[in-house]
């Protein structure tokens, strides 16, 4: 097949989207697709809606494919621009604006469900991102479940290093992900501090929105966690690893996430996760089996969190253990290529179908 993918920015990106980006477009060009990659400007929303009406923007992404992916997140950029292109469109959907609790979330609704009736096809990556694509009333088109692999480190860790390293304490945490107001770092910084447990933090992750940082960084300071959150900012993968390697728990209690790559990430460490009910972490977290799942906004069900990891290594480590088996078991990016190029040859009208088996495609 001849695919096009249209995304905002680069694929060289770092965050979990921009990843499943990367390794999708890997995959199918693996499997003997060409791939043409069409990177958009980035835009603030209301630039973005104004795409829309531009020739150039039209003429950019007029390519010669049988189908173009496009990357949801640069939605307001085609949400009317899509129905003067001449090819089938299958629209990957990381999470929804919509799915977020923003001011403008019915503008962002409104703008979604518009752009998403102008698909032939959608790719989630996860059951809950497809549920919310459905809320919209985007249910008629085929649809399929393409989870991310968590491979990113795929370290070398076994049993034993997992359950001596639970009974070091202070109980260590790690928090991996930009620093925005969606990823709940203010919740989590509060649920240390309400803990009655020593907890160190170590925060890594891109400053995204400097408001929010300078009131996380003043949150640290009123509550007096100056010598136990280091903010380690943007780190390598080598250094990233360092961290996790030698963390007891990743903690992200995100106010909403699509997926949550990074969990899958910490548990490749045998690290059990805080992630938040919101969103699709709930596919990945069994709450009391590999992590807790706490509601958005909920500093104290964080701080029981971290009170009972450090309580008890034993449990501590039967859930490190729990988690590095999940793991194990998820998907690898090949199925889920095989499961999206199904689906592109579906909407193609190309007899082309993937080479790994379970493709999982709804309709």
């Not at 209301?46 to 949801?72: F, I, T």
């Not at 925005?180 to 989590?188: I, N, Y």
Request: aromatic share 4%; proline share 6%; with cysteine.
């Amino acid at each position: 097949m001849r695919v096009g993918l249209a995304l905002y920015g680069s694929l060289d990106e770092r965050s979990g989207g921009f990843r499943y980006d990367r390794k999708l477009v890997e995959g199918l060009r693996r499997a003997g697709d060409a791939v043409e990659v069409v990177e958009l400007p980035w835009r603030s929303y209301p630039r973005g809606l104004l795409d829309n009406a531009s020739p150039a923007l039209r003429d950019r992404l007029r390519v010669d494919v049988d189908v173009m992916l496009q990357d949801e997140l640069a939605h307001p950029s085609l949400c009317l621009a899509n129905r003067d292109l001449p090819y089938p469109i299958v629209s990957v959907v990381h999470h929804l604006r919509a799915s977020e609790p923003r001011r403008l979330s019915p503008l962002y609704r409104a703008v979604e469900r518009r752009y998403l009736a102008t698909v032939d096809g959608v790719v989630c990556n996860s059951a809950a991102t497809r549920d919310a694509v459905a809320a919209l009333g985007v249910d008629s088109v085929s649809t399929v479940v393409a989870p991310p692999a968590g491979d990113r480190f795929d370290p070398a860790i076994d049993d034993a290093e997992v359950g001596k390293r639970a009974t070091e304490r202070p109980l260590r945490v790690a928090f991996v992900g930009n620093v925005e107001p969606r990823k709940g770092l203010d919740t989590l910084v509060e649920g240390v501090a309400l803990a009655d447990a020593p907890v160190d933090l170590t925060v890594v992750g891109r400053a995204v929105d400097e408001g929010h940082v300078a009131d996380v960084e003043r949150l640290v300071s009123e509550r007096g966690l100056g010598d136990r959150v280091r903010f380690a900012g943007r780190l390598s993968d080598a250094a990233l690893a360092d961290v996790l390697r030698e963390s007891h728990v990743l903690a992200v209690p995100s106010r909403y996430e699509g997926f949550g790559i990074v969990y899958l990430e910490g548990m490749s460490f045998g690290l059990p996760a805080i992630a938040s009910r919101a969103g699709g972490a709930t596919e990945t977290v069994t709450d009391g089996e590999t992590g807790a799942l706490v509601d958005p906004d909920d500093p104290g069900a964080v701080a029981s969190a971290l009170d009972e990891f450090a309580a008890d290594p034993d449990r501590l480590a039967e859930m490190g253990r729990a988690a590095r088996r999940r793991y194990e078991r998820h998907p690898d990016w090949a199925e889920s290529t095989a499961r999206v190029r199904r689906l592109l040859a579906e909407v193609a009208g190309v007899d082309d179908a993937p080479d790994a088996a379970d493709p999982e495609v709804a309709t």
